[in-house]
């Protein structure tokens, strides 16, 4: 049974065991904060990602999606402020030549402290992160004797900026060729298309544009599993708004999207909102919504009041008009007339959310009655998220049985995903289907051929009961809507 302690690396194993996730070119020892994800992995993640996509466009009627490129022009990131910004303050330990995040190190000392002492000492980073004290940082980490834990010394660099942008070369010829950036955010793609997507859709404000897509981080501790990756997925959604409606269009959006998490079944009190007192360059506002994975309380979500930062800046840059024209009536009668929009942003990162799925369908089930040992390993995924729906057992290979159980793959396979299987024993084939959280099982038995009825299981109660052939597929789908 695993401990809260160990119920991360527990589900790092299941993952693997189950093919949800693999660590990213593995037969070579693998690439660090890189993964792939599996034929279960990659069926959960495409559902989370449809989900977020439907909620966002389908349940708007003013919101609608995009699908930007990764490269962009590199003014781009000038413009955004991530050439001069986006960057971490680092530190290397020069014994070890290990290089750490000065805020993850410094948090991860904190753990080894008495509540107060480490209360003092974050207060005290916090506050030299936000003046961006470097100088005052180093000897904050010297002062409080904090040790590289590869080399066991203190012995330490700088502190200096470290910037998280990917570049490359775009063009074959190299003198030709000009340096371009790996997208860190899929926001910019969005922005950069605000006036395309606005005058083709006729959209009006307020109105919002969803994306989702590969965003690439040059990440420094990178050893959370998929909760910090190089190579991740972000679903994003930029909403336009009048300038000074900036504070009810946060408040709704922080809102808005809390109940979307709730709708995935967690919870409320393993989620908590987390306001920034220090604010990112383009922000007036923002928090995230994190959620108590098997690690502590984590962000998964960040909802930021933008202004009209990114608008303006590119506005600036690509000398082209980002303005918007507002014709409905001010409280003096007259329009409002030209502006540039402000943004409330949502960015939740799709990893992250299939981790936290994770985290929270995983159970370890202790079924043992006396002198018989029994446990079951479950993921009790939301139904619309699972992986399978249905799995479709024949009891056994023949009979006629076969036949049957492969009519009802055919009426479903259509509307969800079902998986078929005839071999071993029935309670080895569901205990299975438990590991990668399918809903339902449904047994074909010789019964059926006299009645017409099944045997449906379901998977957290365990419970079985007798109902007609006919009506699994109305089940199913209405269990998934
Ligand atoms: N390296 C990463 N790996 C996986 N997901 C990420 C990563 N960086 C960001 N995300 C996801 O994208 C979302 C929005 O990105 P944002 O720039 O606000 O994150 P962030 O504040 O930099 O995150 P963190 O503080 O954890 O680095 C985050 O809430 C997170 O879910």
Redesign the pocket.
């Known amino acids: 049974m695993a401990t809260d302690s160990n119920k991360f690396q527990a589900i790092i194993s299941h993952c693997k065991e189950y093919g949800f996730i693999f660590q990213s070119s593995e037969i070579y020892d693998g690439l660090s ?1 890189v993964y792939d994800y599996g034929q279960n992995g990659s069926e959960l993640k495409k559902n989370i990602r449809d989900y977020w996509w439907k909620s966002m466009t389908q349940m708007h009627e003013n919101i609608v999606g995009i699908d930007a490129a990764i490269f962009m022009h590199p003014t781009t990131w000038k413009a955004s402020g991530h050439v001069d910004n986006f960057s971490d303050p680092m530190i290397d330990n020069k014994d070890s030549q290990k290089r750490y995040r000065v805020d993850h190190l410094i948090e991860a000392h904190v753990e080894t402290l008495p509540k107060e002492e480490g209360d003092k000492l974050l207060a005290k980073m916090d506050q030299l992160l936000a003046k961006e004290d470097f100088g005052g940082l180093k000897q904050l980490i010297e002062d409080s004797k904090i040790k590289c834990t590869v080399s066991g010394t203190s012995n330490w660099t700088d502190v200096r900026q470290f910037n998280l942008m990917f570049s490359t070369q775009l063009g074959s010829v190299s003198e030709e060729a000009s340096e371009i950036y790996l997208r860190p ?1 899929t926001a910019q793609g969005i922005f950069v298309n605000f006036l395309n997507v606005q005058k083709t859709g006729r959209l009006r404000i307020p109105f919002g544009i969803a994306q989702v897509g590969k ?1 690439f ?1 040059n ?1 420094i501790v ?1 050893r959370q599993f ?5 190579e ?1 997925e ?1 679903m ?1 959604m930029q909403f336009f708004i009048r300038p000074g409606t900036q504070k009810e269009w946060y408040e709704y959006w922080k809102a808005e999207r809390m109940k979307w998490h709730l709708s995935l079944g967690i919870p409320a009190e393993r989620y908590r909102f987390h306001d920034h007192v220090k604010l990112a360059h383009y922000a007036d506002a923002a928090c ?1 919504i994190e959620y108590d994975f098997p690690i502590g309380f ?5 909802i ?1 009041s933008r202004t009209d930062f990114d608008l303006r800046n590119h506005q600036e840059y690509s000398k082209k008009k980002m303005q918007y024209f507002d014709n409905d009536l001010d409280e003096s009668g007259k329009p409002y007339g030209n502006y540039i929009p402000y943004v409330i942003e949502t ?3 799709l ?3 299939v981790m936290m799925v994770l985290s929270q369908a995983f159970e370890e089930e202790d079924l043992s009655t006396e002198g018989k040992p029994d446990s079951r390993v479950i993921l009790k995924f939301p139904p619309r998220i699972a992986p399978v729906k249905l799995a479709i057992l024949p009891l056994v290979k023949k009979d006629g049985l076969p036949e049957i159980a492969r009519e009802l793959m055919n009426e479903c396979k259509t509307a969800f995903r079902c998986f078929y299987e005839e071999k071993d024993a029935i309670g080895k084939r569901y205990r299975r289907q438990d590991a990668i959280g399918t809903p339902f099982c449904v047994t074909i038995d010789h019964q059926t051929k006299e009645d017409g009825t099944v045997t449906i299981r379901y998977r957290d109660s365990m419970k079985q009961e007798r109902i007609s052939l006919k009506a699994v597929k109305e089940l199913v789908d209405k269990a998934i809507l």
């Open positions: 904060a955010e965003a981080r990440e990178a998929i909760f910090r990756m190089r991740f972000q994003e995230d984590k962000e998964v979500e960040g930021h960015s939740i990162g990893d992250r959310t």
